[in-house]
């Protein structure tokens, strides 16, 4: 129950994950009570663990892998004369088989 005086601060800065399993592997999380003569004081601290790279031992307490949110593209191979013969997949095994899609336009 709370009482007619209570009172919520939060303090925040940067950016930390709120759900999901990152939440549980990047974020620790402390909770104290501190009881005063006038009442009782709750403190609840959230801090976000870095990303330490293998091999960087600056950042003590970070983790070995980065956030799953980061997205890395890889650059499609280039098309060869192989990709396109018949009675592969997507072939339809007729006379047109052999033009390139260059030559389809």
Same mark, same amino acid.
């Given at each position: 129950?709370r009482?007619?005086?209570? $009172?919520?601060?939060k303090?925040?800065k940067?950016?930390?994950v709120?759900?999901?399993?990152?939440?549980?592997?990047?974020?620790?999380?402390?909770?104290?009570?501190v009881?005063?003569?006038?009442?009782?004081?709750?403190?609840?601290v $959230?801090?976000m663990?870095?990303?330490?790279?293998?091999?960087?031992?600056?950042k003590?307490?970070?983790?070995?892998?980065?956030?799953?949110?980061?997205? $890395?593209f890889?650059?499609?191979?280039?098309?060869?004369?192989?990709?396109?013969?018949?009675?592969?997949?997507?072939?339809?095994?007729?006379?047109?088989?052999?033009q390139?899609?260059?030559?389809?336009?």
């Open positions: 129950l009482q007619q005086r209570a $009172k919520s601060m303090y925040k940067g950016y930390i709120s759900t999901g399993h990152p939440q549980k592997v990047f974020v620790d999380e402390a909770i104290r009570h009881f005063f003569k006038q009442g009782v004081m709750g403190v609840r $959230k801090i663990l870095p990303y330490c790279p293998p091999g960087d031992r600056r003590r307490g970070g983790l070995p892998f980065p956030l799953p949110d980061k997205v $890395k890889i650059e499609p191979k280039p098309d060869t004369e192989a990709d396109y013969l018949p009675g592969r997949d997507g072939g339809a095994g007729g006379a047109n088989d052999e390139t899609p260059a030559q389809d336009e």
